[in-house]
């Protein structure tokens, strides 16, 4: 018997499932929503943050509307990925990790997003955009601009 | 339909006959994460919109990929009395003009890649067929292959129990559950000689075995679907194409150790997968073949799925593990293995995704089918995701004991753009770079191993003359730094160690005696990680010094870079008389760093160019040259 009471372990995959329920909520992990869900959970909040910091699907810091995942995979790297990153940068005027001013885009490298015979490879929220040169960068990004949104429609990766 | 016993089963193996064989036209998209990725939902909806223009009347599918993923969108087309051909490279414009050549009742031969032949199909009636066109077992890209992990992608809809039943689905189930004890069903799989398909080969019945006989219930499964090494996608593909194959898998599994309870752990970057395994288990749970008493037998598994949060090292099973009890994904020293003390402390089996879908494919089969596969100690069929610099990019599925001049010249058909292959990189980040003069080894565990590589979960990167090998080893230096959990100390510094080497060496100021640091720093971290990742992190530096120490010596002594790659070896220059002045590289050039008059040659202002290379990929003139 121990002298002090422990709680019960979250369930199996219960604690991951939180912190994506959150992040997918909001784009982040707002203070308040963390705070809260330690205490649901019944795990310390120094635990929860340890957890929350090691994975790199989760933020504290709140990301732009749309989120582009640039591909580092293996393949992607030696056919040209990091030119698609450098002129993504360029043009979005923000490094990777970074949100714009206005808050529509951030940019964030993928160690790999498993779509190796496409590369190399993009992805925006949920679209992946294969077989890119970085001539197709703008065109791309203006679909994702209201305003703007005179070209291809989204969805169209203009093979 | 609740299914409770084996004849039930055939109810829907009916249904599903009738969906994969109708008799009206059925028109299939490949539609996995990479066909997405290639245009295939344009194709899709161009293909509706146009039968509907036409009043054309066809059954559309989404299947999974069919692996051939140079030539996607693919599509395939099935006419009940005209034939069945598979249409390469669509686009929406393409899928209009099929369309029409269909409702007129033709199977055109414009961008027909191949038929499918199809038992007591007569497809003499089809011009295109007559006209010459091979069937799919003839192209070099599927003459090797024999599919039994993938059996059934691109060729089912993923979500349609009924369609996986008609191809044999859960056939291993009924026979495991109703006929075999869980002991017959551990010798079968030990005699089937298959190994673990996640990299390290160990063999499936004797981890099995060793978690039926440790402490008593409750044990747990576990389906490791965190795909995380770079180059490497087909777990991806077999649960977006197939995923009843990883469930059926998982409850035989179950039954066989004495589980009643499994999960899927999959990766965060592939949602798509993530959303058609819940409905395979969805659906299983409503049909009865996940929930109590499966098929009568007194049997009750259930399986749910955890959703990863972007961390490679929880591809290991400790840190896997660790990760679904709600910690960080940190791994454990072994021994106890998971078969004895695993998720909670239970004794818990842990599989690769193509390990499960392949045990459903054995229990129906037998032992004896399966080992006459491959070779001696290595039986059965591996997957491998063929890309980078290689002609024919795709998943293939080949008997273990074909070469990798076979896999590399054969099936991928050589370089890209008729560049020479210099090198294959197998096992991602824990594995090593082949140079071509090894391309006579065969695929097998010991070979691999002996070469300095391993067969690792099936990645082949296929580098050519324009990569450069100390910047291969550099990006997977970067990659397991990055990914180090950072729990021991040879892992966490040495990697660190190691990249600063290479980061010298690439910007050229390496000396000879940081490429004998390298390797001595390289050998020591093997030695003394904690975890596979820790152990093998040094692989992709310690074969590329073992096979391109040319390339590091250039680099040290000469300071060039023999590919051309290293940006601070290298200047770039545009040849003014193939120069034609389109302006493409002044445009996409991301510093600026590109002047010249439309019409007129351009020149690059070496003082504000970061040798990005992107000018020289995209003229189209082929007028920028690489000064080495």
Same mark, same amino acid.
């Given at each position: 018997?121990?002298?002090?009471?422990?709680?019960?372990?979250?369930?199996?995959?219960?604690?991951?499932?939180?912190?994506?329920?959150?992040?997918?909520?909001?784009?982040?992990?707002?203070?308040?929503?963390?705070?809260?869900?330690?205490?649901?959970?019944?795990?310390?909040?120094?635990?929860?943050?340890?957890?929350?910091?090691?994975?790199?699907?989760?933020?504290?810091?709140?990301? *732009?509307?749309?989120?582009?995942?640039?591909?580092?995979?293996?393949? /992607?790297?030696?056919?040209?990925?990091?030119?698609?990153?450098?002129?993504?940068?360029?043009?979005?005027?923000?490094?990777?990790?970074?949100?714009?001013?206005?808050?529509?885009?951030?940019?964030?490298?993928?160690?790999?997003?498993?779509?190796?015979?496409?590369?190399?490879?993009?992805?925006?929220?949920?679209?992946?955009?294969?077989?890119?040169?970085?001539?197709?960068?703008?065109?791309? &990004?203006?679909? $994702?601009?209201?305003?703007?949104?005179?070209?291809?429609?989204? #969805?169209?990766?203009?093979? | 339909?609740?299914?409770?016993?084996?004849?039930?089963?055939?109810?829907?193996?009916? @249904?599903?006959?009738?969906?994969?064989?109708?008799?009206?036209?059925?028109?299939?998209?490949?539609?996995?994460?990479?066909?997405?990725?290639?245009?295939?939902?344009?194709?899709?909806?161009?293909?509706?919109?146009?039968?509907?223009?036409?009043?054309?009347?066809?059954?559309?599918?989404?299947?999974? =990929?069919?692996?051939?993923?140079?030539?996607?969108?693919?599509?395939?087309?099935?006419?009940?009395?005209?034939?069945?051909?598979?249409?390469?490279?669509?686009?929406?414009?393409?899928?209009?003009?099929?369309?029409?050549?269909?409702?007129?009742?033709?199977?055109?031969?414009?961008?027909?890649?191949?038929?499918?032949?199809?038992?007591?199909?007569?497809?003499?009636?089809?011009?295109?067929?007559?006209?010459?066109?091979?069937?799919?077992?003839?192209?070099?890209?599927?003459?090797?292959?024999?599919?039994?992990? &993938?059996? !059934?992608?691109?060729?089912?809809?993923?979500?349609?129990?009924?369609? $996986?039943?008609?191809?044999?689905?859960?056939?291993?189930?009924?026979?495991?559950?109703?006929?075999?004890?869980?002991?017959?069903?551990?010798?079968?799989?030990?005699?089937?000689?298959?190994?673990?398909?996640?990299?390290?080969?160990?063999?499936?019945?004797?981890?099995?075995?060793? /978690?039926?006989?440790?402490?008593?219930?409750?044990?747990?499964?576990?389906?490791?679907?965190?795909?995380?090494?770079?180059?490497?996608?087909?777990?991806?593909?077999?649960?977006?194409?197939?995923?009843?194959?990883?469930?059926?898998?998982?409850?035989?599994?179950?039954?066989?150790?004495?589980?009643?309870?499994?999960?899927?752990?999959?990766?965060?970057?592939?949602?798509?997968?993530?959303?058609?395994?819940?409905?395979?288990?969805?659906?299983?749970?409503?049909?009865?073949?996940?929930?109590?008493?499966?098929?009568?037998?007194?049997?009750?598994?259930?399986?749910?799925?955890?959703?990863?949060? *972007?961390?490679?090292?929880?591809?290991?099973?400790?840190?896997?593990?660790?990760? @679904?009890?709600?910690?960080? #994904?940190?791994?454990?020293?072994?021994?106890? $293995?998971?078969?004895?003390?695993?998720?909670?402390?239970?004794?818990?089996?842990?599989?690769?995704?193509?390990?499960?879908?392949?045990?459903?494919? @054995?229990?129906?089969?037998?032992?004896?089918?399966?080992?006459?596969?491959?070779?001696?100690?290595?039986?059965?069929?591996?997957?491998?995701?063929?890309?980078?610099?290689?002609?024919?990019? #795709?998943?293939?599925?080949?008997? &273990?004991?074909?070469?990798?001049?076979?896999?590399?010249?054969?099936?991928?058909?050589?370089?890209?753009?008729?560049?020479?292959?210099?090198?294959?990189?197998?096992?991602?980040?824990?594995?090593?770079?082949?140079?071509?003069?090894?391309?006579?080894?065969?695929?097998?565990?010991?070979?691999?191993?002996?070469?300095?590589?391993?067969?690792?979960?099936?990645?082949?990167?296929?580098?050519?003359?324009?990569?450069?090998?100390?910047?291969?080893?550099?990006?997977?230096? !970067?990659?397991?730094?990055?990914?180090?959990?950072? %729990?021991?100390?040879?892992?966490?510094?040495?990697?660190?160690?190691?990249?600063?080497?290479?980061?010298?060496?690439?910007?050229?100021?390496?000396?000879?005696?940081?490429?004998?640091?390298?390797?001595?720093?390289? !050998?020591?971290?093997?030695?003394?990680?904690?975890? *596979?990742?820790?152990?093998?992190?040094?692989?992709?530096?310690?074969?590329? &010094?073992?096979?391109?120490?040319?390339? $590091?010596?250039?680099?040290?002594?000469?300071?060039? =870079?023999?590919?051309?790659?290293?940006?601070?070896?290298?200047?770039?220059?545009?040849?003014?008389?193939?120069? !034609?002045?389109?302006?493409?590289? %002044?445009?996409?050039?991301?510093?600026?760093?590109?002047?010249?008059?439309?019409?007129?040659?351009?020149?690059?202002?070496? %003082?504000?160019?970061?040798?990005?290379?992107?000018?020289?990929?995209?003229?189209?003139?082929?007028?920028?040259?690489?000064?080495?």
């Amino acid at each position: 018997m121990s002298l002090i009471s422990q709680p019960d372990p979250p369930p199996s995959g219960a604690v991951l499932a939180k912190l994506h329920a959150i992040n997918s909520q909001h784009g982040y992990l707002p203070e308040k929503d963390f705070r809260l869900a330690a205490n649901e959970l019944g795990v310390p909040l120094s635990k929860l943050y340890s957890v929350a910091t090691f994975y790199s699907a989760f933020s504290f810091k709140p990301r *732009g509307q749309h989120t582009i995942h640039i591909c580092m995979g293996t393949a /992607c790297y030696i056919k040209g990925g990091e030119r698609l990153l450098e002129k993504l940068e360029s043009t979005l005027g923000i490094k990777e990790g970074e949100t714009t001013e206005d808050g529509m885009f951030s940019i964030e490298t993928v160690h790999c997003l498993g779509s190796c015979s496409m590369s190399p490879v993009m992805r925006v929220d949920e679209e992946t955009y294969g077989r890119l040169k970085v001539d197709r960068i703008s065109r791309i &990004l203006k679909q $994702y601009r209201p305003s703007e949104a005179d070209e291809e429609p989204r #969805g169209d990766q203009g093979v | 339909m609740k299914i409770r016993t084996l004849s039930e089963i055939e109810k829907l193996r009916d @249904i599903g006959l009738s969906f994969l064989y109708p008799q009206r036209p059925r028109i299939s998209v490949g539609m996995a994460t990479c066909g997405l990725a290639a245009g295939a939902a344009a194709v899709f909806d161009a293909l509706s919109e146009e039968a509907d223009r036409l009043g054309f009347d066809f059954t559309p599918v989404s299947t999974g =990929c069919i692996g051939y993923c140079r030539q996607e969108p693919l599509v395939d087309v099935r006419m009940p009395d005209l034939g069945r051909i598979l249409y390469a490279q669509m686009t929406p414009e393409r899928a209009r003009d099929l369309m029409g050549a269909l409702s007129v009742g033709e199977l055109p031969a414009e961008h027909a890649l191949a038929s499918i032949p199809e038992e007591g199909s007569d497809v003499s009636k089809c011009s295109a067929v007559s006209s010459g066109l091979p069937s799919i077992d003839q192209l070099p890209f599927y003459a090797h292959q024999h599919k039994i992990i &993938l059996r !059934n992608s691109g060729l089912i809809d993923p979500c349609s129990i009924e369609e $996986y039943v008609a191809r044999g689905g859960f056939d291993s189930l009924g026979r495991a559950l109703l006929k075999l004890s869980p002991q017959d069903v551990i010798d079968e799989i030990t005699q089937s000689g298959l190994r673990g398909r996640g990299g390290a080969g160990f063999p499936t019945g004797k981890k099995w075995n060793a /978690c039926r006989h440790a402490a008593p219930k409750p044990r747990y499964v576990i389906c490791n679907a965190d795909e995380g090494d770079p180059g490497a996608y087909m777990d991806r593909t077999v649960l977006e194409s197939d995923p009843y194959s990883i469930i059926e898998g998982m409850i035989i599994g179950g039954y066989a150790i004495g589980s009643n309870k499994g999960f899927v752990y999959v990766r965060d970057e592939y949602p798509l997968a993530i959303e058609r395994i819940q409905h395979g288990i969805d659906r299983s749970k409503e049909v009865g073949l996940l929930g109590d008493d499966i098929l009568g037998s007194g049997f009750d598994f259930s399986v749910e799925i955890v959703r990863g949060a *972007g961390a490679f090292v929880c591809g290991e099973e400790t840190a896997l593990i660790a990760s @679904i009890e709600g910690g960080s #994904g940190e791994p454990r020293p072994r021994p106890p $293995y998971p078969a004895e003390k695993g998720l909670w402390g239970r004794p818990t089996t842990i599989n690769n995704v193509k390990t499960w879908a392949s045990v459903s494919a @054995i229990v129906a089969k037998g032992a004896e089918w399966y080992s006459s596969i491959g070779t001696k100690g290595n039986a059965g069929t591996v997957v491998f995701s063929l890309v980078g610099k290689v002609a024919n990019t #795709g998943l293939v599925e080949v008997p &273990l004991g074909l070469t990798l001049k076979e896999m590399i010249e054969g099936i991928g058909n050589g370089g890209l753009d008729g560049k020479v292959v210099k090198a294959v990189q197998t096992g991602g980040p824990s594995g090593g770079c082949l140079p071509a003069g090894l391309f006579h080894l065969p695929i097998d565990y010991e070979s691999l191993t002996q070469a300095g590589s391993i067969m690792g979960s099936g990645g082949m990167v296929v580098m050519d003359e324009d990569t450069c090998m100390v910047d291969v080893a550099r990006y997977f230096l !970067n990659f397991t730094m990055e990914e180090s959990c950072g %729990k021991c100390t040879p892992c966490r510094e040495g990697t660190q160690y190691m990249y600063g080497i290479l980061t010298r060496i690439v910007e050229g100021r390496g000396t000879p005696e940081d490429v004998v640091l390298l390797e001595e720093i390289g !050998n020591w971290v093997k030695a003394s990680s904690l975890c *596979g990742l820790g152990q093998t992190a040094s692989n992709p530096v310690l074969s590329t &010094l073992r096979y391109f120490r040319d390339e $590091y010596d250039a680099h040290v002594r000469e300071k060039r =870079c023999p590919a051309g790659v290293c940006r601070a070896l290298i200047q770039l220059s545009i040849t003014p008389e193939l120069c !034609n002045g389109c302006g493409l590289c %002044k445009r996409e050039c991301p510093v600026g760093a590109i002047q010249g008059e439309k019409k007129e040659p351009h020149s690059i202002d070496a %003082k504000l160019c970061t040798r990005c290379r992107t000018c020289y990929d995209i003229c189209p003139q082929g007028a920028v040259k690489i000064v080495r």
